[in-house]
């Protein structure tokens, strides 16, 4: 069974930096996920996606965090990463971290996505 858990979360002030970590289990390096990916949802809100990373290292940023996120996953592919710098207000949100086997993941949506973790809240106060 495919695992995924999210850590390092937690709450800083606009302009401050966290490192989001997601470790995957359950599946061999053969099999490996083609996609994984950091998702957010805000209250109220729907869940978008923030950055994507397949096996061949191709990666997918959204507009609204790109120059300040980097996305990286470990050469085991077991572990997932997502440094934010830069944080503004309106990046508060519960951050995701989903594997996908779709070849057509690399831009999201969610919905082409198949596991996900139980997510880690990012609070930005200004």
């Known amino acids: 069974e495919v695992r995924l858990m999210e850590s390092g979360g937690g709450s800083v002030q606009a302009g401050g930096s966290l490192r989001l970590s997601c470790a995957a289990s359950?599946?061999?390096?053969?099999?490996?996920?083609?996609?994984m990916g950091w998702f957010r949802q805000a209250p109220g809100n729907g869940r978008e996606v923030v950055a994507v990373?397949?096996?061949?290292?191709?990666?997918y940023l959204s507009d609204s965090v790109t120059g300040r996120f980097v996305v990286s996953q470990d050469n085991a592919k077991t572990t997932l990463y997502l440094q934010m710098t830069g944080l503004k207000p309106e990046d508060t949100a519960k951050y995701y971290c989903?594997?996908?086997?779709?070849?057509?993941?690399?831009?999201?949506?969610?919905?082409?996505?198949?596991?996900w973790g139980q997510g880690t809240q990012v609070t930005v106060s200004s």
């Open positions: 990373i397949n096996r061949a290292n191709s990666i």
């Open positions: 989903a594997a996908a086997w779709r070849q057509d993941c690399l831009s999201g949506p969610d919905s082409r996505f198949a596991y």
């Open positions: 359950g599946y061999t390096y053969r099999d490996r996920p083609v996609c």
